[in-house]
């Protein structure tokens, strides 16, 4: 058992049917901020389950990463036992959420035509991988495709002139878990105001799309076009955390007297006196290139706690730039309790992150632990209605290889 939430989704039930990264890290949010989340897995389960290591079965790092605060069963889909559970789930849940393809859905009954008849105002949301009535609708995605078709990979392309590259990191998936996220909180508040549930559609190549082209469209914003495409700032080679004495730093001076005093600063007054490439902002990101570059020259002139305490004083924004080690030990997340360490009841200490986001009169909050594979199986099953013997038997039948 755990707390009750204290989350302003509190009160939300939640069908979470989706696997990988994409929809756990959605619907973790969710659970985060008070819904009770309750993911249906069939088989071995969520194949993260089995990514990275792991201190006990079914336990890996990814999947521990993105499924706190959720109930987890285990459904045999393909059996009638498995389909009436599922659908009694329906009756009871406000949203239906799911990264399983239509087709998939469809010859399990499990469309949204079906789902409505079962619960007139579910809010059922699918996370595709392609909008629908594309040239790609129905066809797989997975974070490395949405990065190569989104043209989020072809910037490196544009900032260094080598080859296109995938960002070392899940960004698309994540991405898109963040607008399905926003998507299902909209679907609720449409449903409180207007007194109707709706299917929702969040596909990644669209998301990630649009994530992309905010700052990245730039000069073919217009028509015809009035630059190239990529924001010259953001999308510059010579962008860049600086190498410094001893280590490396980020630094952003923005206005003109935040300019201004960096490079005095840094010994060199005359960049910005009696050069006219950077004496404007408009000039200054036409030829942001050769600024960062003098940045990169002065920047090395001094160590790291030198600039830091220089730019502090100054009221310049910059930042040490930290390992992936040590921002574990970061004295701000430390100090504010995001990044702390928790005990799992399977046995184990690991490394979590509180919800991001503070809600002053409804906090989020963490009142269940990453679950087992079909931890909770019997449990949610008599909820249903089930009895104890029917419960056990079902959670048996779909343990079975």
Same mark, same amino acid.
């Given at each position: 058992?755990?707390?009750?939430? +204290?989350?302003p989704?509190?009160?939300?039930k939640i069908?979470?049917?989706?696997?990988?990264?994409?929809?756990?890290?959605? +619907?973790q949010?969710?659970g985060?901020m008070?819904?009770?989340?309750v993911?249906? =897995?069939?088989?071995?389960?969520?194949?993260?389950?089995?990514?990275g290591?792991?201190p006990?079965?079914?336990?890996?790092?990814?999947?521990?990463?993105?499924?706190?605060?959720k109930?987890?069963i285990?459904?045999d889909?393909k059996?009638?036992?498995?389909?009436e559970?599922?659908?009694?789930l329906?009756k009871?849940?406000?949203?239906?959420?799911t990264?399983?393809?239509?087709?998939?859905?469809k010859?399990?009954?499990l469309?949204?035509?079906?789902?409505?008849?079962i619960?007139?105002?579910?809010?059922?949301?699918h996370?595709?991988?392609y909008?629908?009535?594309?040239?790609?609708?129905?066809?797989?995605?997975?974070?490395?495709?949405?990065q190569?078709?989104s043209?989020?990979?072809?910037l490196?392309?544009v900032r260094?002139?080598?080859?296109p590259r995938?960002?070392? %990191?899940?960004?698309?998936?994540?991405?898109?878990?963040?607008?399905?996220a926003?998507?299902?909180?909209?679907g609720?508040?449409?449903?409180?105001?207007?007194?109707?549930?709706?299917f929702i559609?969040?596909?990644?190549?669209?998301?990630?799309?649009?994530?992309n082209?905010?700052?990245n469209?730039?000069?073919h914003?217009f028509?015809?076009p009035?630059?190239?495409?990529?924001?010259?700032r953001?999308?510059?080679?010579?962008?860049m955390?600086?190498?410094?004495?001893?280590?490396y730093i980020?630094?952003?001076?923005y206005?003109d007297?935040q300019?201004?005093?960096?490079f005095?600063?840094?010994?060199?007054?005359?960049?910005?006196?009696?050069?006219?490439r950077?004496?404007?902002y408009n000039?200054?990101?036409?030829?942001?290139?050769?600024?960062? *570059?003098?940045?990169? =020259?002065?920047?090395?002139?001094k160590?790291?706690?030198?600039?830091?305490?220089?730019?502090?004083?100054?009221?310049i924004p910059a930042?040490?730039? %930290? +390992?992936?080690?040590?921002?574990l030990?970061?004295?701000?997340?430390?100090g504010?309790?995001?990044?702390h360490?928790? *005990?799992?009841?399977?046995?184990f200490?690991?490394?979590a992150f509180?919800?991001?986001?503070?809600?002053?009169?409804?906090p989020?909050?963490?009142?269940r632990?990453?679950?087992?594979?079909g931890?909770?199986?019997? =449990?949610v099953l008599k909820?249903?209605?089930?009895?104890?013997?029917?419960?056990?038997?079902?959670? %048996? %039948?779909?343990?079975?290889?």
């Amino acid at each position: 058992m755990s707390l009750p939430s +204290t989350g302003p989704l509190a009160g939300v039930k939640i069908l979470d049917l989706s696997t990988v990264v994409l929809g756990p890290y959605a +619907t973790q949010l969710l659970g985060d901020m008070g819904a009770d989340v309750v993911k249906v =897995e069939n088989g071995a389960g969520d194949i993260m389950r089995h990514a990275g290591p792991s201190p006990a079965p079914g336990m890996g790092a990814i999947y521990m990463g993105c499924n706190r605060n959720k109930r987890a069963i285990l459904l045999d889909l393909k059996t009638p036992d498995g389909i009436e559970a599922l659908k009694r789930l329906v009756k009871q849940s406000d949203v239906f959420f799911t990264n399983v393809r239509m087709d998939g859905l469809k010859r399990l009954g499990l469309g949204y035509d079906e789902l409505k008849q079962i619960r007139e105002d579910i809010i059922y949301v699918h996370c595709a991988g392609y909008g629908a009535g594309g040239k790609h609708e129905g066809k797989p995605a997975y974070d490395d495709l949405i990065q190569a078709g989104s043209g989020i990979a072809d910037l490196f392309h544009v900032r260094d002139g080598g080859p296109p590259r995938y960002m070392p %990191a899940l960004m698309a998936d994540k991405v898109s878990g963040l607008h399905a996220a926003y998507a299902v909180i909209a679907g609720l508040f449409a449903r409180a105001t207007k007194g109707q549930g709706q299917f929702i559609e969040a596909p990644m190549l669209e998301a990630f799309t649009a994530f992309n082209m905010v700052e990245n469209l730039y000069g073919h914003t217009f028509i015809p076009p009035m630059a190239q495409m990529a924001y010259t700032r953001s999308s510059s080679i010579n962008r860049m955390p600086y190498p410094t004495q001893d280590g490396y730093i980020g630094i952003m001076p923005y206005s003109d007297i935040q300019w201004k005093t960096f490079f005095e600063l840094g010994g060199r007054p005359e960049v910005m006196t009696t050069d006219p490439r950077f004496s404007t902002y408009n000039a200054r990101t036409a030829n942001i290139g050769a600024l960062y *570059q003098l940045v990169g =020259e002065v920047a090395a002139t001094k160590t790291t706690d030198e600039w830091l305490a220089l730019l502090e004083e100054a009221d310049i924004p910059a930042a040490r730039c %930290a +390992t992936l080690p040590e921002v574990l030990q970061d004295e701000h997340l430390r100090g504010t309790g995001f990044i702390h360490e928790r *005990q799992h009841p399977a046995g184990f200490p690991y490394i979590a992150f509180e919800h991001p986001v503070k809600f002053a009169g409804t906090p989020a909050d963490i009142r269940r632990e990453p679950p087992l594979l079909g931890e909770h199986t019997v =449990e949610v099953l008599k909820e249903l209605g089930f009895s104890d013997a029917d419960a056990e038997r079902i959670a %048996a %039948a779909a343990r079975k290889p």
